[in-house]
């Protein structure tokens, strides 16, 4: 059965670093999402992708933050000079189509900043 | 805005015990509304939509528009069914369709 997959699963990283996590979506979906999970909060919705470009980002989804889809295969989030606060499970998600269908998850990234 | 309120952060029941975890939303419109569990070191998956009407692992959802509440139920848990729960919504209104998520309830089962 096709799965999102992530990687690192784990990534430690100091404070004012750059941090790319990334995500390998469903082939044939079209829709493409990056979640956070601070420890102990609910799954917030940072962005959402579709056609090669940002189709909405939410208040997290500072400058600070990109997406990128560079193969047509990866999709990518780089955080350029990460914060204390930035530490959290992220999630990639992919759909087939934007309006209905199963969203379908990774199994996270987990960010640690020192 | 868009919000949904899942108040019980653990719910511990013995196995063979009715399950309610309850889930209320706020959402000017039609929102279309899901349950995803998450099982220990699992990803999110979908447990069961609205639309789809199913039961699923022998749960069920009810939406009740009237109360604003899309409660997951099953008569009879399991210890498999041990994990977390989480209430989502998805509908125009909310952008692109992302899910709004609410905070999540910990089922416990036990023997």
């Known amino acids: 059965e096709p799965e999102v997959t992530q990687t690192p699963s784990h990534q430690v990283t100091q404070m004012g670093q750059e941090v790319i996590l990334r995500c390998v979506p469903i082939?044939?979906?079209?829709?493409f999402y990056w979640y956070r999970q601070i420890l102990g909060q609910k799954v917030e919705f940072l962005v959402s992708?579709?056609?090669?470009?940002?189709?909405?980002k939410s208040e997290i989804f500072d400058d600070q933050f990109s997406v990128e889809r560079p193969d047509g295969s990866n999709f990518t989030l780089k955080i350029r000079s990460t914060k204390l606060e930035d530490s959290a499970m992220y999630f990639c998600?992919?759909?087939?189509?934007?309006?209905?269908?199963?969203?379908?998850f990774g199994e996270g990234s987990r960010l640690t900043v020192l | 805005a868009q919000r949904v309120t899942q108040p019980e952060k653990l719910l511990s029941v013995f196995k063979g015990a009715p399950v309610e975890l309850k889930c209320n939303y706020s959402?000017?419109?039609?929102?279309?509304l899901f349950w995803y569990v998450q099982y220990s070191r699992q990803r999110l998956q979908l447990l069961l939509r609205?639309?789809s009407r199913e039961s699923i692992k022998g749960f069920t959802a009810d939406l009740n528009k009237g109360e604003t509440s899309f409660h997951l139920k099953k008569p009879f848990a399991q210890e498999e069914d041990s994990a977390m729960y989480y209430c989502?919504?998805?509908?125009?209104?909310?952008?692109?369709?992302?899910?709004?998520f609410g905070t999540g309830t910990r089922l416990l089962v036990s023997p």
């Open positions: 998600a992919s759909r087939l189509r934007g309006n209905t269908g199963e969203l379908f």
């Open positions: 082939s044939n979906h079209l829709y």
């Open positions: 992708f579709y056609n090669n470009e940002i189709s909405e």
């Open positions: 959402y000017s419109g039609s929102p279309e």
């Open positions: 609205h639309i």
């Open positions: 989502a919504l998805s509908g125009p209104g909310t952008g692109f369709q992302k899910l709004v």
